[in-house]
Each structure stands twice: as C-alpha cells, then as structure tokens.
Antibody, heavy 120, light 108 residues
C-alpha cells in the first residue's frame, strides 16, 4: 500500500524557517517525481514545487521560488521542503504527493498534510 | 501563467447529474485531471488525462475536454459525492502545475 506521511508543521514566526518532511512507503521512491501542494485555510489547492526522480531538477511556483527548496533522499525514502523567509500568507496545510507514473504530472497519491502556521 | 477557471459552487439533487466546468485557453490541447476533496481529507484523483478513471473510482465519474472547457460529469449523484472538486493541468511553457480554484458541490 502506498503511504505518504508528512511531518514538520507547526507555528513559526514571520521571517523564520521550517523544514517539512514526507516519508513514503509501499513503492520504489526513486522511480517517481514528487510534489508539494499547499492549501490555505478555506482556500483551494496551490502547487508549490516538484522534484525529479534523482533530485537534480526542481520546479517552483513563483510565490516560493528563492525562499523554498525541495529535495529528496532516495535512500531514506524521504522528501523534504525547506521553507525560508516565511510569510503570513504561507500559512497552509502542506501536502506531499506522488506522480501517477514515471513521466506524468498526475498526482495519484497524497499524504494527509501537515499544517504550517506563520504568525507573530 | 496559465489560468483555470471553475465556478465556485454547484448543487444537484440526489440521483441527478452534476456537471462541473473548468475553463482555460485552448484547454482542449492539454490533458486535464480532476480531484475530489471531502471536508477534512486529502484530495483524491477521480479522473486523469481528460477521461480516464483510476481504479476504485465509480463509473459514475467521467470527464470530457474540448475547446476552452473541460467538464467533470457525475451521474446518479449520491450524498457521498458532496465535496470540493479541482481541475489541474501541466503548463509546459512555465513548467508549472496549475489548479483551478475549485467547485464546491452540494447535494441537496
């Protein structure tokens, strides 16, 4: 069974940093592109970033480029999102998701999310 | 960057057909995917590549995509279909994943 479990959420002050993790199981982690998607309270889904299977390619939404860094450790079956210079508007539930197959942008499996609250 | 437009809400009586639209410039040239998100839960893929259903998704869910509008159709709507529905595409020009704003489906 494919499982994705996010961790690392919590309260953080504006301008602060936070690292999220997503530990996966039930599939060969290094064979899939991975994604982060966020959802502000009561709002819609917003794509944050994605990373290639080997971690050498990462794409970012304009709103987080230069502040967030996505990475992965295929040996540890873990995905990361390093968030910096956090803003109040970064407050959201952050989901990690897996591509449906090797070369698609279809998000077929999702974690349950971890809430990041940016507040002073 | 590319924009997907969805109506914020839709309502349908049980047993009827719900149609949720997703508009975008020449969206018919792209592959569109649909997600269902029930209250307090993570999103679930219900249709991919315009018309395909993942395993476990009822045949009542179907999709179409042409011109400037894609549509998710839910036949014989049940109370359990009440959820937010999001469309999504890949914009190769900007290398961005793009979601629509979501449609809240209410089952009357």
């Amino acid at each position: 069974e494919v499982q994705l479990v996010e961790s690392g959420g919590g309260l953080v002050q504006p301008g602060g940093n936070r690292r999220l993790a997503c530990e996966v199981s039930g599939f060969t982690f290094g064979s899939y592109w991975m994604y982060w998607v966020r959802q502000a309270p009561g709002q819609g889904l917003v794509w944050v970033s994605r990373i290639s299977r080997d971690g050498n390619i990462a794409d970012y939404a304009d709103s987080v480029r230069g502040r967030f860094t996505m990475s992965r450790d295929n040996a540890k079956n873990t995905l990361y999102l390093q968030m910096g210079s956090l803003r109040v508007e970064d407050t959201a539930v952050y989901y990690c998701a897996r591509a449906r197959n090797v070369v698609t942008t279809i998000l077929s499996h999702w974690g349950q999310g971890t809430l990041v609250t940016v507040t002073s | 960057s590319y924009v997907l437009t969805q109506p914020p809400s839709a309502s349908v009586a049980p047993g009827q057909t719900a149609r949720i639209s997703c508009g975008g410039s020449n969206i018919g040239d792209k592959e569109i995917h649909w997600y269902q998100q029930k209250a307090g839960q993570a999103p679930v893929l219900v249709v991919y590549d315009d018309t395909n259903r993942p395993s476990g998704i009822p045949e009542r869910f179907s999709g179409s995509n042409s011109g400037n509008t894609a549509t998710l159709t839910i036949n014989r709507v049940e109370a359990g279909d009440e959820a937010d529905y999001f469309c999504q595409v890949w914009d190769s020009g900007s290398r961005h994943v793009v979601f629509g704003g979501g449609t809240k489906l209410t089952v009357l």
